[in-house]
């Protein structure tokens, strides 16, 4: 069955600390998304990736970089992590025109607090 | 540019009453259009999508939403609910042609069901 899947699913960072959220899926789609959500804000992105090798900046990309070395794996990254980083991330896969199919596949999340 | 909005950030109803939930879009063209949910602690899961084609589409576990073009609207509904639907309910919007198939998300409707 096709999967996406996150880890750490909760984490605690200090500020100032570095901080790496991992995402993985099984589906061979050429899209992954990082999002996260907030109350009264739904689902902003913050980076996304066309395949192997490619990174590029969503909406709100400040503060976080992102790294996908496979099809299969896509990383966040928070350099110097801070307080208004506390959120819950979502990654999702999909193929966007490529596959002629528009739906997305989230994981489960992952909750982080930066105290 | 494009946008989603879900005017109601709450919607309580019974048990066993119908349900409808809002959702307007702003795009020049016709967009695809997709409805999700959110267990709590969860990832978001599709309930139905709309690409083309006849303007009331069914989905998971009985709901089904209508486009409407005029109204640039595609509103979610459910004849009976039952207190399992307690979630929160996402729309959201791809542009067709996208290699990215990005969503725009609206904010979120949270929806409560008393027994």
């Known amino acids: 069955e096709a999967a996406v899947t996150q880890s750490p699913r909760n984490k605690v960072a200090v500020t100032g600390g570095k901080v790496t959220l991992s995402c993985n899926q099984t589906n061979n789609h050429n899209n992954m998304y990082w999002y996260r959500q907030d109350t009264g804000h739904g689902l902003r992105l913050i980076h996304y990736s066309y395949g192997a090798g490619s990174t590029e900046k969503g909406d709100i990309p400040d503060g976080y970089k992102a790294s996908r070395p496979s099809q299969e794996n896509f990383s966040l990254i928070l350099e110097l992590a801070t307080p208004s980083q506390t959120s819950v991330y979502f990654c999702?896969?999909?193929?966007?025109?490529?596959?002629?199919?528009?739906?997305?596949?989230f994981g489960p999340g992952t909750r982080l607090t930066v105290l | 540019a494009q946008s989603v909005t879900q005017p109601d950030a709450r919607v309580t109803v019974s048990e066993g009453a119908s349900l409808q939930l809002r959702c307007k879009y702003s795009y020049s063209a016709t967009p695809y259009l997709f409805w999700y949910v959110q267990y709590p602690r969860q990832g978001l899961q599709l309930l139905l999508k709309y690409y083309s084609g006849d303007p009331v589409v069914q989905g998971v576990n009985s709901f089904e939403a209508e486009f409407s073009k005029s109204n640039s609207s595609f509103h979610l509904q459910k004849a009976s609910v039952h207190w399992s639907d307690s979630a929160v309910y996402f729309c959201a919007l791809s542009r067709r042609g996208s290699a990215l198939g990005r969503l725009h998300f609206g904010a979120g409707t949270q929806l409560i069901v008393i027994p």
């Open positions: 999702a896969s999909g193929d966007g025109d490529w596959g002629g199919s528009y739906e997305q596949y």
